[in-house]
């Protein structure tokens, strides 16, 4: 069966550190990945994209990467500051015209100071 | 730009009655999604239209559901008659190439 997941469990770390958070899939042929923040009552927003044939993007303190063979992307805060505890979703793009994406259920990020 | 814009915020109903739910998306994106979002399930997409013309709905739970959108800058999702297990939180979203996505604040829906 297809399956997208994330961390179940929420990650806490320490101000200053780096969190890293997973994301797996099985059975899609993914064109792209997304990363995307979620605060409480808001709507996810947009952080980063990924393409297939890619292996890593960074953005600011922010790095993705994404390995088609083990099927699964990373996704890097460094220096994580309180401001970025939220949670974290990612979203698979299939290949073709298709605009459906596959959400991961989410990780909880808390980042105490 | 506003953003993607959803109202209401909130909506209390009673089970049977029917429910509007309403989204102005960003000016110029050409695709509109509608999502739900629970504990449980996470994020599913309903329904997308892509310059207002449906053109996926297998999202979309039963025929209690149907969703419109009239013109590129105004778009409902409808639910009738409701159910409690229809509570969740709906998202409209909004795109121009139908990748990076720009999502509403969400309208809140409790069927009692």
């Known amino acids: 069966s297809q399956k997208i997941e994330q961390n179940s469990e929420a990650l806490n770390i320490q101000e200053g550190k780096t969190a890293t958070l997973t994301c797996n899939y099985t059975n899609y042929s993914p064109a792209y990945l997304q990363w995307y923040r979620q605060d409480p009552g808001r709507g996810p927003v947009f952080l980063l994209l990924i393409r297939e044939n890619e292996k890593e993007k960074r953005k600011e303190r922010l790095k993705v990467t994404f390995d088609t063979t083990l099927k699964q992307s990373l996704f890097h805060i460094t220096a994580s500051q309180p401001a970025d505890s939220a949670t974290y979703l990612c979203?698979?793009?299939?290949?073709?015209?298709?605009?459906?994406?596959?959400w991961g259920l989410g990780t909880s990020l808390a980042v105490n100071p | 730009d506003a953003g993607v814009i959803q109202s209401p915020r909130h909506e209390v109903t009673e089970m049977g009655q029917e429910v509007t739910l309403r989204c102005k998306p960003i000016s110029g994106h050409d695709y509109l999604f509608w999502y739900r979002q629970t504990m449980m399930r996470g994020l599913e997409l309903l329904i997308y239209?892509?310059?207002?013309?449906?053109?996926?709905d297998s999202g979309m739970p039963e025929d209690r559901f149907s969703a419109k959108m009239p013109n590129a800058s105004f778009s409902t999702l409808k639910i009738q008659p409701s159910e409690p297990r229809d509570s969740a939180v709906y998202f409209c979203?909004?795109?121009?190439?139908?990748?990076?996505?720009?999502f509403g604040q969400g309208t809140r829906l409790t069927v009692v």
């Open positions: 239209f892509n310059n207002n013309v449906p053109i996926d």
């Open positions: 979203a909004s795109s121009f190439t139908g990748t990076v996505t720009f």
């Open positions: 979203a698979l793009g299939e290949a073709g015209n298709n605009r459906k994406l596959i």
